[in-house]
């Protein structure tokens, strides 16, 4: 007990306050002789304890009975100095107290402007800092709790016996959670949950999780609330946000997620409420919020303008300079309404302008973000429990790595001067209402290249710009692209986006869907809706923005982030640049991007130089561009280390790995022992990390923490990895000589050095292209006659009659042959140069090729047809011409059987024949299979297939 309190001393300044504290929180304060327990929620003070205890500051009672302790001091003692005066507190309960309860569960100690409390049910009882007192509903909650080993069997938990004489709190359920089965999702999703979790068992009440842009985040965070919620027991949880983009793409993120146990909806289970309106529901269990609606709840306004939620200012150097938010008490939300907060995208300035809002709150915070800066370490306590940056995401396969084309031009560089003169004339623009007005300059105006596109506007220099991404940017990095790739534009502020969308428009010479601005000051759509048809559909082609994308919007066909605008902030800049490091799939990428194969990788064009600046931490893995893939691979082939030439092929593998299909990862994994690309690049890029390196070097020469290995150490220490590393493909020249060919394959050779040259006259099919064109017929006819005796396919051509019938395993390996280095040959490529040679006599020209289209690219090479048409053409037509022969002989058909004969002829065209086995297949199975097939024709069956092979197929 402290000192009994004079009038006006520090001792009594402390006790006002901790009444009204008290008060605030549901509590009833009384003197002992004033005292009625018959209320709910009853503060004693200066309450009489037993002998030897002396006396409690103030003895809590809910429905009657003591449940804790307040030691109240005054300001500036130090709250844990008091742990053990206040342990003996809760020790002395009056034996006239009829209690069953020998010690008191909930210590409290308070100097009015400071409140800690610790839990006498937690496993490991700890001391933390808190806003205020646990309302007495809450404390009758805790209360009521089942015990654990009530809990464990409730909740399907691991343990089979565990504590049944307390209440359960959540630390304890923390510390009994299963073991983590999560099937189907990314390892490092997986040890990122594993290791939330570790830190929760310790009771860190804060944990940071540092994740490339790209690699799941939102995802991470809804599987780890399921398991706090199922089986740790969190009562309510809250995301946090600060842009109302984020809590919607948050919102789907739940409303997609199954559960790995029963694959139930989140949502089926659990209430999910994203704030839209200043009231939480009582039924949410996770609440999704901007901070700024948060704190506006707090404050208990009753609405909140929605334009507050778009938070500009968390990107503006201003918000460093700003006093933290007031933040006040309110009964509705008080500090323990949420048991765990996600903070996603932590790493901004969120930590000085908001800290008060997060900390008001007596929960576990998480912290999500790729980005980390130095507040961020320190706000979560130097905890981070999980790292995993972007180049071990690309090395992966969760990110996709970038190359960056640099734009320079001299006003961009040095500002410009226009002189004053007969003529001339400057115009003036109004910031707000952008109105022009014009006239002549009395004296010739300079300005630097700072002042563009903020205090002028050089239209000139945005004009060259756009033209060389038109006319060279894309030409050289996306050749063989008829479509503009989906390109994200960082404009400087609002007005500057206007002025780039427009020149987009006039030189691109599209429409206003081709190129839009999605800002906040946007008006002729809501943002959001502005982000969902770049991301969903064909246009907008181009999205100019300031910084509504420049974090956390997942767009994932974005292929080039172009920036037109500096970045002071290395955080910003990097957020920015992982617009483009999403992972699509290539029919997705498809549906937005037809004439894409496959997002490899994405290009930064760099206006600005930004990327000189030294703000990005995250470079590519292409460390040595200029050194070729396979001079890469026979340098490790040859047992050398060198840290970039490594690093650079960790990339490229990862490149390779997303071009390849499943057949092509068989090929691999059957000459490397059954390793993956991604593996290889893994273990490449670990090799060459610099702690992994420092760790390895403490090691091998028993170096205490305190000495830094030199750099011979480091060297020695580091070969050993980077040669177990490049073990595999060391000893498998096979495999080196496959990714040789793949790569040859995927890749063409950009030739930026010749000059070409369009001559008018001869533009078109002119002798060039002719004798172009022989020579590739002329190389494809030698093949076919060098290799008719190596190759079924071409035994069956080539005999006369026909020993055997086709397959389609024969087509395929030809396929392969001559597709494979260093012919690289594709049905396209035959067909258009037997159409430039012989245009009447080709068909279908512009058409998709299909695998089955090599039997007519060799008939007609054989000259065994007269037209080169695409086989399901000629299967059509043949089909068409032997039902005619049928109805001739009266042979007919019910309408059930010609449905399936139209089956069997679209099966033989893509697959060349019709075996028994092809009944289980689509779209065979689905009308009944084999057995059904049976049924319509009888015993015929076997004669109607193996009639339609001998007329349809080759």
């Known amino acids: 007990m402290s000192p009994p309190a004079s009038p006006n001393t520090p001792e009594k300044k402390a006790r006002e306050k901790i ?171 997986v040890q990122a949950v594993t290791n939330i979790e570790k830190s929760m068992f310790d009771d860190r009440p804060r944990s940071l999780i540092q994740m490339a842009t790209g690699t799941g985040k939102t995802l991470l965070a809804v599987t780890t609330l399921y398991r706090l919620i199922k089986f740790g027991g969190a009562r309510r949880v809250l995301f946090l946000v600060d842009r109302a983009n984020l809590g919607e793409q948050a919102e789907k993120e739940f409303q997609a997620f199954r559960t790995p146990d029963d694959k139930r909806k989140f949502t089926e289970l659990y209430g999910v409420q994203r704030l839209t309106t200043n009231t939480i529901g009582a039924s949410s269990k996770v609440v999704i919020s901007t901070i700024q609606r948060l704190y506006s709840v707090l404050r208990g306004e009753p609405v909140l303008d929605p334009e507050a939620e778009e938070g500009e200012a968390f990107d503006s150097d201003e918000v460093e300079r700003r006093e933290p938010l007031p933040v006040v008490y309110n009964r509705s939300v008080p500090p323990e309404f949420f048991d765990v907060i996600f903070i996603d995208e932590c790493h901004r300035s969120i930590y000085s302008l908001w800290r008060q809002v997060i900390e008001y709150f007596d929960a576990y915070l998480l912290g999500l973000t790729a980005t980390p800066a130095k507040h961020t370490y320190g706000f979560f306590d130097q905890n981070v429990v999980m790292e995993y940056p972007h180049e071990q995401a690309v090395a992966d396969g969760a990110n996709v790595d970038f190359d960056v084309y640099k734009i320079r031009t001299e006003i961009t560089a040095k500002g410009s001067t226009v002189q004053a003169g007969r003529g001339v004339m400057l115009g003036y623009r109004d910031r707000l209402t952008r109105k022009t007005r014009w006239e002549a300059p009395d004296e010739d105006v300079s300005y630097e290249a700072g002042d563009l596109d903020r205090n002028v506007v050089a239209v000139d220099q945005i004009r060259l710009i756009v033209k060389t991404l038109r006319d060279k940017v894309l030409k050289e990095t996306f050749p063989d692209r008829t479509e503009v790739p989906k390109t994200l534009i960082f404009a400087k502020d609002d007005s500057h986006a206007e002025d780039i969308v427009k020149v987009l428009r006039e030189e691109f010479g599209k429409g206003n869907d081709f190129a839009q601005k999605i800002t906040y000051k946007a008006s002729n759509a809501k943002p959001a809706d502005l982000i969902q048809s770049f991301r969903n559909s064909y246009f907008p082609r181009v999205a100019v923005t300031v910084d509504l994308i420049a974090t956390g919007t997942d767009i994932k066909p974005v292929e080039i982030v172009m920036f037109m605008r500096t970045v002071k902030s290395r955080v910003l800049f990097e957020q920015m640049k992982g617009r483009g490091v999403r992972v699509i799939g290539k029919d997705e990428l498809r549906a937005v991007t037809p004439d894409a194969k496959a997002k490899t990788h994405f290009l930064i064009v760099d ?263 695409p086989h399901a053409d000629r299967v059509q037509k043949r089909y068409q011409n032997w039902l005619a022969q049928q109805a001739n002989k009266g042979r007919t058909f019910t309408d059930e059987q010609q449905r399936w004969l139209d089956m069997m002829k679209g099966h033989i065209a893509v697959s060349v024949e019709m075996a028994t086995d092809d009944f289980d297949l689509t779209p065979f199975v689905e009308k009944g299979g084999l057995a059904k097939a049976t049924k319509v024709f009888g015993k015929e069956l076997p004669a109607v297939v193996r009639e339609l092979n001998e007329v349809l197929a080759a």
């Open 19 to 189: 009444d009204a504290l008290l008060e605030q929180s549901g509590w009833v304060v009384q003197d002992r002789a004033e005292m009625n327990l018959t209320l709910p929620a009853v503060a004693v003070r200066e309450f009489a304890l037993a002998k030897g205890h002396g006396f409690a500051d103030y003895l809590l009672f809910l429905d009657g009975q003591p449940v804790g302790v307040c030691e109240a001091k005054k300001t500036g003692t130090p709250v844990r100095d008091v742990e053990v005066q206040a342990n003996k507190y809760v020790r002395g309960v009056p034996p006239e107290l009829d209690t069953d309860r020998k010690d008191l569960p909930f210590v409290y100690i308070s100097t009015g402007d400071e409140t800690a409390f610790y839990n006498l049910l937690d496993p490991h009882p700890r001391t933390r800092e808190i806003f205020t007192f646990h309302r007495p509903e809450t404390v009758r909650e805790w209360l009521s709790a089942d015990t654990l080993d009530a809990w464990i069997k409730l909740s399907g938990g691991f343990f089979t016996a565990a504590d049944d004489e307390k209440p359960s709190t959540l630390r304890a359920r923390l510390r009994a959670m299963p073991p983590i089965v999560l099937p189907g999702l990314w390892p490092n999703k």
């Open 607 to 869: 206006c600005v130089g930004v990327c000189e600046a030294k703000l990005a931490d995250t470079r590519p893995l292409e460390k040595s561009p200029s050194v070729s893939f396979k001079a890469l691979l026979d340098h490790v082939a040859s047992g050398g280390t060198n840290d970039e030439y490594i690093s650079s092929l960790a990339g490229r593998l990862a490149r390779l790995d997303k071009q390849c299909g499943p057949e092509e990862r068989q090929r691999i994994a059957q000459v490397s022992g059954g390793l993956t690309l991604s593996q290889l690049s893994t273990a490449l890029l670990h090799s060459v990390d610099d702690d992994v390196q420092v760790d390895a070097a403490r090691k091998k020469f028993k170096l205490t923490a305190k000495h830094e290995p030199t750099e011979a150490q480091l060297k020695e220490a580091a070969k050993p990895l980077k040669l177990a590393a490049t073990k595999a493909l060391m000893g498998a020249p096979a495999l080196r000589m496959l990714l040789v060919d793949l790569k040859q394959k995927f890749e063409q050779v950009v030739d930026t050095v010749s000059i070409d040259r369009l001559v008018e006259k001869d533009t078109g099919y002119g002798p060039e292209a002719k004798k172009r064109a022989q020579a590739l017929v002329d190389s494809f006819e030698k093949f076919l006659a060098g290799n008719k005796r190596e190759l079924d396919a071409l035994q069956f051509f080539y005999s006369v009659p026909h020993r055997k019938r086709l397959r389609y395993a024969d087509i395929k390996a030809l396929a392969d042959a001559i597709s494979a280095p260093p012919r690289s040959w594709t049905p396209e490529l035959l067909w258009q140069a037997y159409q430039t040679l012989e245009r009447s006599k080709v068909r279908g020209a512009s058409a998709g090729r299909l695998l089955t289209d090599v039997v007519s690219l060799v008939r007609f090479a054989l000259h065994k047809d007269d037209e080169l048409v």
